[in-house]
Protein backbone atom coordinates (compact mmCIF):
# COMPACT_ATOMS: atom_id res chain seq x y z
CA UNK A 1 0.00 0.00 0.00
CA UNK A 2 1.53 3.31 -1.23
CA UNK A 3 1.88 6.08 1.47
CA UNK A 4 0.97 9.80 0.95
CA UNK A 5 2.06 12.81 2.13
CA UNK A 6 -0.01 16.44 0.93
CA UNK A 7 1.75 19.36 0.87
CA UNK A 8 0.99 23.14 -0.29
CA UNK A 9 -2.24 24.08 1.48
CA UNK A 10 -2.49 27.63 3.32
CA UNK A 11 -4.91 31.09 3.55
CA UNK A 12 -5.57 32.97 -0.04
CA UNK A 13 -7.62 35.18 -1.03
CA UNK A 14 -10.53 34.89 -3.35
CA UNK A 15 -9.66 34.75 -6.67
CA UNK A 16 -6.28 33.31 -6.04
CA UNK A 17 -4.34 30.30 -6.66
CA UNK A 18 -2.30 27.45 -4.91
CA UNK A 19 -0.77 24.36 -6.14
CA UNK A 20 -1.57 21.00 -3.85
CA UNK A 21 1.68 18.15 -4.00
CA UNK A 22 1.29 14.48 -3.35
CA UNK A 23 4.16 12.87 -2.30
CA UNK A 24 3.82 9.02 -3.01
CA UNK A 25 6.47 6.70 -1.22
CA UNK A 26 6.33 4.36 -4.52
CA UNK A 27 6.06 4.34 -8.03
CA UNK A 28 2.67 5.96 -9.36
CA UNK A 29 3.06 5.31 -12.90
CA UNK A 30 0.90 1.37 -12.64
CA UNK A 31 -1.72 2.98 -10.32
CA UNK A 32 -5.02 2.72 -11.96
CA UNK A 33 -6.93 5.67 -9.99
CA UNK A 34 -5.02 8.84 -8.59
CA UNK A 35 -7.51 11.61 -7.01
CA UNK A 36 -7.73 14.77 -4.92
CA UNK A 37 -10.53 14.72 -2.18
CA UNK A 38 -11.71 17.66 -0.23
CA UNK A 39 -14.07 17.88 3.05
CA UNK A 40 -15.32 20.93 4.14
CA UNK A 41 -16.66 21.23 7.68
CA UNK A 42 -19.82 19.35 8.05
CA UNK A 43 -20.07 18.34 4.93
CA UNK A 44 -18.98 14.82 2.76
CA UNK A 45 -15.62 14.11 1.49
CA UNK A 46 -15.89 14.66 -2.16
CA UNK A 47 -13.86 13.80 -4.98
CA UNK A 48 -12.28 16.85 -6.95
CA UNK A 49 -10.21 15.72 -9.69
CA UNK A 50 -8.73 12.67 -10.50
CA UNK A 51 -6.54 9.95 -13.16
CA UNK A 52 -8.43 6.93 -14.09
CA UNK A 53 -5.97 4.42 -16.02
CA UNK A 54 -2.75 6.68 -16.73
CA UNK A 55 -3.53 10.02 -17.81
CA UNK A 56 -7.39 10.56 -18.24
CA UNK A 57 -8.51 13.16 -15.79
CA UNK A 58 -11.69 14.10 -14.92
CA UNK A 59 -13.15 16.60 -12.64
CA UNK A 60 -16.25 17.56 -10.27
CA UNK A 61 -18.38 20.47 -12.62
CA UNK A 62 -17.64 22.87 -9.00
CA UNK A 63 -13.58 22.95 -10.32
CA UNK A 64 -13.68 22.64 -14.13
CA UNK A 65 -11.58 25.03 -15.86
CA UNK A 66 -10.43 26.18 -12.26
CA UNK A 67 -8.12 23.21 -11.34
CA UNK A 68 -6.04 21.05 -13.12
CA UNK A 69 -4.70 17.36 -11.61
CA UNK A 70 -1.06 16.62 -12.83
CA UNK A 71 1.37 14.17 -12.58
CA UNK A 72 5.13 13.75 -12.70
CA UNK A 73 5.55 10.28 -12.58
CA UNK A 74 9.55 10.53 -12.32
CA UNK A 75 9.22 12.34 -8.58
CA UNK A 76 6.01 10.01 -7.87
CA UNK A 77 4.08 13.06 -7.48
CA UNK A 78 0.76 14.11 -8.19
CA UNK A 79 0.04 18.34 -8.21
CA UNK A 80 -3.30 19.88 -8.09
CA UNK A 81 -3.39 23.36 -9.47
CA UNK A 82 -6.10 25.79 -8.03
CA UNK A 83 -6.53 29.01 -9.66
CA UNK A 84 -9.52 31.18 -9.36
CA UNK A 85 -10.17 30.11 -5.88
CA UNK A 86 -13.55 30.50 -4.32
CA UNK A 87 -14.35 30.63 -0.23
CA UNK A 88 -16.88 27.33 -1.51
CA UNK A 89 -13.27 25.86 -1.87
CA UNK A 90 -12.15 26.23 1.51
CA UNK A 91 -11.42 22.38 2.96
CA UNK A 92 -9.39 20.25 3.97
CA UNK A 93 -8.00 18.21 0.70
CA UNK A 94 -6.40 14.70 0.73
CA UNK A 95 -4.74 12.53 -2.08
CA UNK A 96 -6.05 8.98 -2.26
CA UNK A 97 -4.65 6.31 -4.44
CA UNK A 98 -6.44 3.02 -5.96
CA UNK A 99 -4.03 0.74 -7.10
CA UNK A 100 -6.77 -0.97 -9.41
CA UNK A 101 -9.48 0.69 -9.58
CA UNK A 102 -11.64 -2.48 -7.75
CA UNK A 103 -12.65 0.01 -5.29
CA UNK A 104 -14.44 2.78 -7.93
CA UNK A 105 -16.22 4.51 -7.50
CA UNK A 106 -15.38 4.34 -3.45
CA UNK A 107 -12.00 6.03 -2.34
CA UNK A 108 -9.00 3.82 -2.31
CA UNK A 109 -7.07 2.82 0.36
CA UNK A 110 -4.24 4.59 0.52
CA UNK A 111 -4.40 8.20 1.85
CA UNK A 112 -2.75 11.55 2.90
CA UNK A 113 -2.85 13.08 6.09
CA UNK A 114 -4.40 15.98 4.72
CA UNK A 115 -3.88 20.23 3.78
CA UNK A 116 -5.83 22.79 4.79
CA UNK A 117 -6.66 25.10 2.26
CA UNK A 118 -8.51 28.12 3.06
CA UNK A 119 -10.15 31.33 0.86
CA UNK A 120 -11.34 33.88 2.62
CA UNK A 121 -10.71 37.94 2.58
Known amino acids: QVQLVESGGGLVQPGGSLRLSCAASGSIFSIYIMGWYRQAPGKQRELVAW???????NYVDSVKGRFTISRDNAKNTVYLQMNSLKPEDTAVYYC???????????????WGQGTQVTVSS
Open 51 to 57: FKSGRMT
Open 96 to 110: NADSDGSRWPRPGDS
